[in-house]
T-cell receptor, first 113, second 112 residues
Framework: DGGITQSPKYLFRKEGQNVTLSCEQN?????MYWYRQDPGQGLRLIYYSQIVNDFQKGDIAEGYSVSREKKESFPLTVTSAQKNPTAFYLC????????????FGPGTRLTVL | GENVEQHPSTLSVQEGDSAVIKCTYSDSASNYFPWYKQELGKGPQLIID?????GEKKDQRIAVTLNKTAKHFSLHITETQPEDSAVYFCAAKDSGTYKYIFGTGTRLKVLA
């Protein structure tokens, strides 16, 4: 929280639709991450980006896409190829360099109808 | 692959008692260990972290201990209060990489 904004808070999607989750930060942090959280599981990494115009796949990137056109923004698109997208999605940031501290946004809950 | 095991999955304590949550990691290169508190419907909040060159760190009622030899670290909460009720996550990271490995979480209930 505090400097990381995710919108919307709740999102409903029909099967076959693409949806985009927003993540904006004003912390001037270099790295940004997207995680998926399912009940009873730890956070799983979808994508991460260390600098503008560059991003890498995480452990569960299939069915997701991202862009990093600005340092402040790292939107996540959940495509129709993601077969089980209902989950809580968390964006996080990290200031590059000597600190490893990662900060999380408030999350977006996506439900497929 | 890299893994972090967290125990217990649920923990109930009486208000005023202590709570201990333990995590074990597999990657010996891990050198940064944060703990997060997550309330229902919210994002995780960092509550304390420790680096591998330190064995213990304390912040008021919260402390973390690290045993590098055994590859485990623990969160200690003393004088628990109802507002401590939440899900707690541990994580491990190698500073030379981008990746944080998270435990599966512990649901702490503090009974009034």
């Amino acid at each position: 929280d505090g400097g990381i904004t995710q919108s919307p808070k709740y999102l409903f999607r029909k099967e076959g639709q693409n949806v985009t989750l927003s993540c904006e930060q004003n912390l001037n942090h270099d790295a940004m991450y997207w995680y998926r959280q399912d009940p009873g599981q730890g956070l799983r990494l979808i994508y991460y980006s260390q600098i503008v115009n560059d991003f890498q796949k995480g452990d569960i990137a299939e069915g997701y896409s991202v862009s990093r056109e600005k340092k402040e923004s790292f939107p996540l698109t959940v495509t129709s190829a993601q077969k089980n997208p209902t989950a809580f999605y968390l964006c996080a940031t990290q200031l590059a360099g000597s600190t490893d501290t990662q900060y999380f946004g408030p999350g977006t809950r996506l439900t497929v109808l | 692959g890299e893994n972090v095991e967290q125990h217990p999955s649920t923990l109930s304590v009486q208000e005023g008692d202590s709570a201990v949550i333990k995590c074990t990691y597999s990657d010996s290169a891990s050198n940064y260990f944060p703990w997060y508190k997550q309330e229902l419907g919210k994002g995780p909040q960092l509550i304390i972290d420790i680096r591998s060159n330190v064995g213990e760190k304390k912040d008021q009622r919260i402390a973390v201990t690290l045993n590098k030899t055994a590859k485990h670290f623990s969160l200690h909460i003393t004088e628990t209060q109802p507002e401590d009720s939440a899900v707690y996550f541990c994580a491990a990271k190698d500073s030379g990489t981008y990746k944080y490995i998270f435990g599966t979480g512990t649901r702490l209930k503090v009974l009034a």
